[in-house]
């Protein structure tokens, strides 16, 4: 199984070879933060046509509002500058229509106690982004201009549909 | 300012219109996790020539590997078949060399009290790294036979170095 490890080292050395971004500035030049999930058929740099530099890019399981999300827009927002995130949840996740109690059973079948782990969970898609988006905006932390927008990306057609506040 | 929404809206729409992946399953193709820094410099998917459907990304400020990161990492493993995890931090990273304290002045400098926020920046990028890859192994949450490399990604040259456990 060293073969994903050899394919992306060799990948790595490609893209460095290539490789001619390196006098960007640490301030993101879109003043933009992307919050999206972890699912494997987002790739939020292609969607939203970034270049290296424009944005930063926060992902967990679900593109849940998490105190850690709330911690890196914080820092994003205070030290970095940005002023606009756009929140992405997307179709099909695994995390939406499930309990805790159904994680935790997976978990128990492979002989793991997970009982006091909130793996966060939502029962619908579009209500998680309405939260999540509602999080942002109150939070004390982000500064009042913030601008927050939300979307669900569909992973069977490639097209994103936007959230209302 | 609403140049950056109508600019990536575009780019959202000229995405799905090339779409054509539609039909690729849940579990990442090479069960692979990528967990690294939201960082505007880095993009994983290019970085380490990742397709479509691959692998699930991770990203927060910093790249630590946080309760948020342990529960994603957890339901890619025990929910999506993951067995691989890739943690990147990066040169010139803005939560390296710094202080609670020096995040919490520049809050209180703009007026908001941050005096309980844990920002979670470190003194050391590689201990961070070897500290985060100490933490997914020794959880008990992650399989057994699940693998862990660690990465320091140079923002100017493109080029990456492995760290040892």
Redesign the interface.
């Known amino acids: ?1 060293s073969d ?2 050899s ?2 080292g ?3 050395e ?3 070879e ?2 001619d ?4 500035p ?8 992307v919050v999206t999930c ?4 987002i ?1 939020p ?6 270049s ?10 679900g593109a849940v509002v ?4 709330l ?2 827009v ?3 927002t ?3 500058g940005t ?2 995130v ?1 929140l992405m949840a997307h179709t ?1 996740c ?2 939406a229509g499930i309990t805790n109690d159904d ?1 935790r059973a ?2 128990a079948a ?1 002989g ?3 009982s006091d ?4 969970p939502f029962p619908d898609l579009e209500e998680s982004v309405r939260a999540g988006m509602a999080r942002l905006s109150a939070s ?2 982000l ?1 009042e201009d913030v ?1 927050v ?1 939300g979307w669900i990306y569909d ?6 549909s936007e959230v209302g506040a």
């Open positions: 199984m994903v490890w394919r992306i060799e990948a790595a490609r893209y460095a290539a490789f971004a390196g006098d960007l640490t301030p993101p030049a879109q003043r933009l933060v972890m699912d494997a058929r790739d740099v292609q969607l939203f046509g970034l290296l530099g424009d944005a930063h890019v926060l992902r967990n399981a998490t105190d850690d999300v911690r890196s914080a820092v994003s205070q030290l970095l002023r606009k756009a099909r695994g995390m994680v997976s978990f492979a793991v106690d997970a782990v909130d793996f966060q004390p932390l500064p601008d927008h992973v069977e057609t490639g097209r994103v």
